[in-house]
């Protein structure tokens, strides 16, 4: 039985910007920061609402990616093709409001949808998440 | 072809779109576009179209007309009020931008949405107030026919429609204020 995700991978480009991001402007809880024999450094963090989920803020140059996939990577994250997902929030509106005043880029307000309230956010990687308050 | 461009460049270009995507209805010319990203006009152009495959004059067409056929759809506006809400100043150039990108006339767009969807379902003034500002409802039930339409995407899956036809810069040019 599968039962959800427990881990999401986000590529970064800086993982110690993205931890700061993450949690100081996001609100997320820092869950690990780890160096790996391998050179990987595991991080991840935990959306203060989350029931289990958590991201893993991976840096491709410091991955199983070989080093030109590794630069492609990091080009479509900068470039703003990736996304990792949506993230839940129960307050569309009121996020938008706190997170814009932390600097947070916002690149589509909250707008009503069939499904709910949904705005679109960048993370300061270029990472895209649509930012989504449920209403059915 | 010239090297690629390291990521500082592409967030650069990718911040560009973004207020492409943001201020679509605007009258920012490309060229603040390209000083606020740090190119000179046309090292800006080229570089965009080489990240995004189009230059940033068709990409702001696209969107434009894109954010039109949702007005179309959904808000009873008359096609020259959804011309200028989207930012196209002259009537002229909307039908022309928008018919070579979708293959027909907004008119026709929205003949064509109304027989299979209905007419739209949101009064124009309302979208209106919405547009400049309405202040959020008190509980987001409370505003039903505030809805999108009938339309089953999420928003941010909906990109701009992708060209009939090649656009250069210079045949979107007259539409850019």
Same mark, same amino acid.
């Given at each position: 039985?599968?039962? *959800?995700?427990?881990?999401?991978? =986000? ?49 491709? $140059? ?7 996939? %590794?630069?492609?990577? @990091?080009?479509?994250v900068?470039? +703003?093709?990736?996304?990792? *997902? ?10 938008h409001? $706190? ?12 707008? =009503? ?8 956010? @960048? ?10 308050? @449920?209403?059915? | ?10 967030r650069?270009?990718?911040? $560009? ?11 920012? +010319? ?15 152009? @080229?570089?965009?179209?080489? %990240?995004?495959?189009?230059?940033p ?7 434009? =007309? ?22 196209f ?8 931008r928008?018919?070579?990108?979708? *293959? ?12 299979? +969807? *209905? ?21 987001? %039930? $409370? ?35």
């Amino acid at each position: 039985m599968i039962m *959800g995700m427990s881990y999401v991978s =986000v590529w970064v480009l800086d993982q110690d910007a993205a931890k700061e991001f993450y949690t100081a402007k996001l609100g997320c809880e820092l869950t690990n920061d780890l160096k790996l024999d391998n050179g990987m450094r595991w991080l991840t963090v935990r959306p203060e609402g989350s029931k289990g989920l958590e991201l893993l803020l991976m840096d491709p $140059a410091h991955s199983m990616l070989d080093a030109p996939t %590794a630069e492609q990577v @990091r080009a479509l994250v900068a470039k +703003g093709a990736l996304s990792p *997902g949506v993230l839940a929030t129960s307050d569309c509106r009121g996020d938008h409001k $706190a997170l814009s005043a932390l600097g947070v880029e916002f690149v589509q307000e909250p707008a =009503v949808r069939p499904y709910g309230i949904e705005a679109v956010i @960048r993370d300061d990687s270029g990472n895209w998440y649509s930012f989504t308050q @449920r209403t059915t | 072809m010239t090297a690629a461009p390291g990521t500082s460049a592409l967030r650069m270009l990718r911040q $560009a779109r973004d207020r492409i995507d943001r201020d679509y209805a605007e009258p920012v +010319g490309i060229a603040s576009l390209a000083a606020a990203a740090g190119y000179s006009h046309a090292h800006f152009i @080229r570089a965009f179209h080489a %990240a995004y495959g189009e230059t940033p004059g068709a990409y702001r067409t696209r969107r434009r =007309v894109e954010r039109a056929c949702e007005l179309l759809r959904s808000v009873n506006l008359s096609v020259t009020e959804i011309c200028h809400a989207v930012g196209f100043t002259s009537l002229g150039s909307f039908s022309a931008r928008f018919s070579g990108l979708m *293959g027909q006339s907004p008119t026709a767009y929205r003949a064509e949405a109304a027989r299979r +969807g *209905g007419p739209a379902p949101i009064p124009g003034c309302f979208a209106l107030m919405w547009r400049t500002g309405l202040p959020a409802p008190p509980e987001p %039930a $409370a505003a039903p026919g505030e809805a999108d339409g009938p339309e089953p995407f999420p928003s941010h899956e909906r990109r701009p429609p992708a060209p009939r036809s090649a656009i250069s810069e210079k045949s979107s040019g007259p539409a850019q204020p």
